[in-house]
């Protein structure tokens, strides 16, 4: 591709090819054609947006040598074509941020007095108006007070409150609004195709999100996603430039919320953690495309979407597989999760919870009890509550809950005040007595509840640090950009009391990363994430996690299921027996 900038080669050339702001072409336009072109408008709105573009439009058009006024500015007379390569000694542009000398700008401004040297009108085009000295302004005024027949003042500015009242009072003003996510997408798409570029489906889409409706943003971004691809941009470039949360990963939760799958969901969203991606953006991204989707099942009515073709296909898709009630509710879930996931020290497990509340719903209803041959798991396991309230009476109707993944899970929350250890890790254990005996456990605990309760603070510890990798990573970076680069084959395995195991994933990564120095540097990382004093050990060596009952137990804690019902019930995992 040309040096030359895709905005600039693309900027329009005539109305026809300007984007959006249809309500300033179309204004303009008539006055054109009724030869009723005021003397001074004043553009107002965001950067990028196509304030400037207009302008020398105007520029144009009111010099075009085009006989029918309905076709100016035509693109290519002289004036036109002298206007468009910035050579036009009539047309002057003026970056009032960098011309804000007094004598400067005046200069310029009482020149208007001398009559156009080749042309029907002198334009003075005047970006960032609202950084004019004052004696800019004032100069400014005297002029629009008694303009020249042959002037026309355009002051552009993304800050209309800052131009003084005088001057704002002798403008015709026209507010320019940011592009649609559509109408930007579908310009990219139109210049992908002239310059031979293939864009990923949704790549336009995920560019013009960020561009949040600039244009010129939105065209910097496709020129430099072009420079590094070979004549191909994938959404995943599009992604890592823009450092984006993974839309392909929202995509595949919502497919997962409305396939009622908590497994896929739960993978979707620690594919998002294991990126490294922003889960508040990403929680964000979720409601906002559920509020599509609900929106448009709600209606039917794609106008009140902001979205692309190819999203609104997708969209569209989904919306005959959605429940608006479920949708409605799902909205409430995760966006109340945004204050949440901003002060957790659990990293995405907020969103967790909420995925699986989300799609099990209250502890007490039933999964997959419709499905008959599921029980191929070889345990189960039983839950109880670990902080029971002290006014609370026992939970009797122990509500039983069968999942029919290979696991199959008998989770009875049985209160039961001393028998296991609360969450903190700092809160000494109490002795645990035997389980009650209960008719819905006809079974007695099979192994000793203090390797239980052990364990579980443990992995409690564990899970923490493992929400945490990436925020421990990040907070590596700046110490050490090395470093952080070797914790990328490095996760953290195992907790045994106060020291934090992790497994290197070869002999020369376990070496390096045991040098007292990156020790040191990980320790302090994580003991100020944490606010406890751990130690480390490094392995390179994979032990079979589910050989052991330390192996079960985390096996069992990964279990979605298990997860939730620890969580609302506030429970540990106090036995794992083998299926009868
Ligand atoms: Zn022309």
Not at 191 to 211: F, K, M, V, Y
Not at 255 to 273: I, K, P, Q
Not at 379 to 400: H, I, L
Request: net charge negative; aromatic share 4%.
């Amino acid at each position: 591709m040309a040096s030359q900038s895709l905005y600039r080669k693309w900027r329009s050339q005539t109305f026809d090819e300007l984007i959006g702001q249809e309500h300033v072409v179309q204004t303009l336009r008539n006055a054109i054609v009724e030869g009723r072109v005021a003397h001074a408008y004043l553009f107002t709105g965001p950067r990028g947006v196509g304030k400037t573009s207009m302008a020398r439009l105007l520029a144009k058009a009111v010099n075009c040598i085009e006989p029918d006024p309905a076709a100016r500015p035509c693109g290519h007379c002289h004036a036109c074509t002298s206007i468009a390569e910035g050579r036009a000694v009539d047309v002057i542009e003026m970056d009032a941020a960098s011309h804000t000398s007094v004598d400067d700008a005046r200069e310029l401004i009482e020149r208007v007095q001398f009559r156009p040297a080749e042309m029907r009108f002198k334009v003075y085009v005047i970006d960032e108006t609202h950084m004019l000295s004052t004696a800019a302004f004032n100069a400014l005024l005297k002029t629009l007070e008694e303009p020249p027949d042959h002037a026309i003042f355009i002051l552009a500015t993304t800050e209309a409150h800052k131009v003084p009242a005088t001057i704002l009072s002798r403008c015709q003003r026209f507010t320019f609004t940011r592009h649609s996510v559509a109408a930007t997408s579908a310009h990219l798409r139109q210049i992908a195709a002239s310059e031979n570029l293939n864009l990923d489906i949704g790549a336009p889409e995920a560019i013009a999100r960020a561009a949040t409706g600039s244009m010129r943003d939105a065209l910097g971004v496709l020129e430099q996603l072009a420079s590094f691809g070979q004549g191909s941009i994938t959404l995943e470039q599009v992604h890592s430039l823009l450092g984006m949360t993974a839309a392909a990963e929202v995509d595949a939760l919502i497919e997962a919320l409305l396939d009622d799958n908590v497994c896929t969901a739960l993978r979707a969203v620690n594919g998002v953690a294991d990126q490294g991606a922003d889960i508040r953006q990403f929680t964000r991204d979720l409601v906002e495309r559920l509020r599509a989707l609900m929106l448009l099942r709600a209606t039917s009515d794609p106008s009140l979407l902001d979205v692309g073709e190819d999203e609104l296909r997708m969209l569209e898709g989904w919306a005959q597989r959605a429940d608006t009630v479920a949708l409605v509710a799902w909205i409430k879930l995760f966006s109340g999760l945004d204050f949440q996931l901003r002060t957790t020290p659990y990293g995405h497990l907020p969103l967790e919870l909420t995925v699986v509340e989300a799609l099990v719903g209250p502890a007490t209803r039933e999964q997959g009890t419709g499905n008959g041959g599921q029980t191929t798991g070889s345990r189960r396991t039983t839950a109880v509550p670990a902080a029971p309230t002290r006014t609370a009476p026992p939970v009797r109707a122990a509500p039983t809950l069968v999942r029919d993944e290979p696991t199959p899970l008998i989770i009875v929350p049985e209160v039961s005040p001393a028998l296991v250890a609360p969450p903190a890790p700092e809160a000494p254990a109490p002795e645990a007595p035997a389980a009650p005996e209960d008719a819905s456990t006809s079974h007695a605990p099979t192994v000793d509840q203090e390797a239980f309760i052990a364990a579980n603070a443990d992995f409690t510890v564990l899970e923490r640090i493992e929400s945490l990798w990436d925020d421990i990573k990040r907070d590596v970076r700046p110490r050490s950009p090395m470093l952080q680069a070797l914790l990328k084959d490095v996760r953290p395995v195992d907790v045994e009391g106060n020291t934090i195991v992790l497994l290197a994933s070869s002999g020369f990564h376990k070496s390096n990363l045991e040098k007292p120095q990156n020790i040191k540097i990980v320790e302090d990382v994580i003991n100020k994430l944490l606010g406890e004093v751990f130690a480390l050990r490094c392995t390179s060596e994979s032990k079979s996690e589910t050989r052991d009952l330390r192996g079960q137990i985390r096996e069992a804690r990964k279990d979605e299921l298990v997860r939730a019902a620890m969580n609302i019930f506030e429970a540990h995992i106090v036995d794992i027996e083998p299926e009868a």
